[in-house]
T-cell receptor, first 109, second 117 residues
Framework: GQNIDQPTEMTATEGAIVQINCTYQ??????LFWYQQHAGEAPTFLSY??LDGLEEKGRFSSFLSRSKGYSYLLLKELQMKDSASYLC??????????WGAGTKLIIKP | GAVVSQHPSRVICKSGTSVKIECRSL??????MFWYRQFPKQSLMLMAT?????????EQGVEKDKFLINHASLTLSTLTVTSAHPEDSSFYIC?????????????FGEGSRLTVL
């Protein structure tokens, strides 16, 4: 079956760095997405990786290793507004998005 | 980035009535739109893929007669929850893909919170 695993919840301190991991097992691979979702709101796009390596976009970076079925989202200089759920999603061989359950990130002062 | 607008953002209705939710791509044409449902503290669940000019493709377990999807134009898809019941109360989100092919970025509507009394 198809499976996306990410931690349920993480806690970090304002100003620090946090890494959210995502491992996947899917039928085929056409890219991996990271989305941010604040409570009660729709998800917003953060990043898309289809090749191995690190993609940096401001305070957020995303890494992909296709051979390991592994990705992480790195958030630097954490701000209180970064408190949200972070969703990992993989596009499979049929370009269907398989969603992880999300990681709730709690930022403490 | 591209904008997807969803309306209404909140709706409360009586059991047995039907509710229509609209999803519009404001500054791009979306041949494909997606409808999701999200229960509290859970991830998005894809309900159906809406294709302009053709019938929607429903995921397993989603009743197509219960959740009617119409994608009449390249900028509008609608989801109608027919004969709504309290168990249909949920957060419904649409998304549309920009650009060519199947790898473009997905843009999400603001979501519609449905409460059935």
């Amino acid at each position: 079956g198809q499976n996306i695993d990410q931690p349920t919840e993480m806690t970090a301190t304002e100003g620090a760095i946090v890494q959210i991991n995502c491992t996947y097992q899917t039928s085929g691979f056409n890219g991996l997405f990271w989305y941010q979702q604040h409570a009660g709101e729709a998800p917003t796009f953060l990043s898309y990786n289809v090749l191995d390596g690190l993609e940096e976009k401001g305070r957020f970076s995303s890494f992909l290793s296709r051979s390991k079925g592994y990705s992480y989202l790195l958030l630097k200089e954490l701000q209180m507004k970064d408190s949200a759920s972070y969703l990992c999603a993989v596009s499979d061989s049929n370009y269907q998005l398989i969603w992880g359950a999300g990681t709730k990130l709690i930022i403490k002062p | 980035g591209a904008v997807v607008s969803q309306h209404p953002s909140r709706v409360i209705c009586k059991s047995g009535t039907s509710v229509k939710i609209e999803c519009r791509s404001l500054d791009f044409q979306a041949t494909t739109m997606f409808w999701y449902r999200q229960f509290p503290k859970q991830s998005l669940m894809l309900m159906a893929t809406s294709n302009e000019g053709s019938k929607a493709t429903y995921e397993q377990g989603v009743e197509k007669d219960k959740f009617l999807i119409n994608h009449a134009s390249l900028t509008l898809s609608t989801l109608t929850v027919t004969s709504a019941h309290p168990e249909d109360s949920s957060f419904y989100i649409c998304s549309a893909r920009s650009g060519e092919g199947d790898t473009g970025e997905l843009f999400f509507g603001e979501g519609s919170r449905l409460t059935v009394l």
